[in-house]
């Protein structure tokens, strides 16, 4: 008889740990992309419009117009690039405090297999700890996480067990 524990924010804990890096390296990334469009709209020469007795009846945009619209949507990229950042910098914030807040070979347990991606096997070899003990104070430690990032909710979730 095996019996598994299920905690979605135990899991979503480890889901963020694994996105760590890549996390650190979109923020960079979105920060770029940020100042390039800032650029851009500093480039973006919106002319003036002038307006005499000519008229007519074109469906094609004019310079100014094309101008406008495009000063427009970098503007519009600028702050949905902003969203996703700040969103993603309070993940990684949230994040990095939990991990503060654990016993030193937790911190390295998570780092070292979560972030790092190592095996159990590996990791006890290198802190001197059986690979159970180590998954054991893991799942402990994943808990400990999930409770400092999302609060009471994640410690009184009740935890489904499967039976096989």
């Not at 979109?26 to 003036?48: L, T």
């Not at 406008?68 to 993603?88: N, W």
């Not at 654990?102 to 290198?126: K, M």
Request: some cysteine; hydrophobic content about 40%.
């Amino acid at each position: 008889m095996v019996c598994y524990k299920y905690n979605d924010y135990v899991k979503l804990v480890r889901e963020y740990l694994r996105n760590y890096n890549r996390w650190h390296i979109a923020v960079q990334n979105m920060q770029e992309e940020i100042e390039a469009k800032q650029r851009e709209i500093a480039v973006i020469a919106a002319p003036v419009a002038k307006y005499g007795n000519t008229t007519g009846g074109v469906n094609e945009l004019t310079s100014v117009e094309r101008e406008a619209s495009m000063h427009e949507q970098a503007r519009q990229d600028i702050s949905s690039l902003e969203r996703g950042l700040a969103t993603l910098r309070r993940k990684l914030a949230q994040l990095e405090r939990a991990i503060h807040g654990l016993q030193p070979e937790e911190q390295e347990l998570l780092r070292r297999r979560y972030i790092d991606g190592g095996s159990w096997l590996a990791i006890s070899g290198v802190m001197h700890v059986s690979p159970d003990w180590a998954r054991k104070r893991a799942r402990r430690a994943l808990g400990h996480v999930a409770g400092m990032i999302f609060g009471s909710v994640a410690e009184q979730q009740a935890l489904f067990t499967f039976v096989s």
